[in-house]
């Protein structure tokens, strides 16, 4: 699998494909952010009541892809998901909300930091069940990956953030080429 920010040689962008140089500026994380909230329904649970953790992971991506779509303003594809720990069960009748902003760009990759809560509606108690990191491609209207604008990250947390997603991003591609040449 070749994962994005693997640049491609030089000259080797179709013609008219934007580069980072001709890009506008960039855009602060806060310009990507996105809540999405859903109420558990019994056809999401197990007979114990407990939710799958498949639709949460679906609401996951679905939740990283627009704060990336509104990042990159051009849609796009998942490519990773980083580890995702379940801390908390989440039960029919809970509110869960995801709170998504962009937490890092590459050339065309984008990464997603997607927080995870279950709120009980009735006692108001709200848990926090997992944090996910979701990394996409940006893809122009032929479905060829395409530039992104850079992220502007301006606070000491933004910043912290933004290392912390490059540090991943470079954990991944090494383990995806370790992949690749192992037997």
């Known amino acids: 699998m070749d994962l994005p920010d693997g640049a491609p040689p030089a000259g080797s962008l179709p013609a008219g494909t934007p580069t980072a140089g001709s890009l506008p500026g960039g855009k602060p994380p806060a310009a990507s952010r996105i809540s999405l909230a859903q109420m558990m329904q019994p056809e999401d649970a197990n007979p114990h009541g407990s939710v799958h953790g498949g639709v949460i992971m679906k609401l996951v991506d679905e939740a990283g892809a627009l704060a990336c779509m509104r990042h990159a303003q051009h849609r796009v594809v998942t490519v990773a998901v980083d580890q995702m720990i379940f801390r908390s069960p989440i039960q029919i009748g809970n ?21 995870v809560t279950a709120e009980n509606p009735i006692t108001g108690v709200c848990t926090h069940t997992n944090t996910a990191y979701v ?49």
């Open 95 to 115: 509110l869960v909300t995801l709170t998504a902003e962009v937490s890092y760009t590459g050339r065309t990759s984008l990464e997603a930091e997607v927080h």
């Open 135 to 183: 990394v996409y491609v940006a893809l122009d209207e032929a479905g060829r990956p395409v530039v992104v604008p850079p992220l502007l990250a301006a606070t000491p947390a933004e910043q912290a953030r933004f290392e912390a997603g490059r540090r991943r991003q470079a954990y991944r591609l090494k383990n995806d080429n370790d992949r690749q040449v192992s037997p």
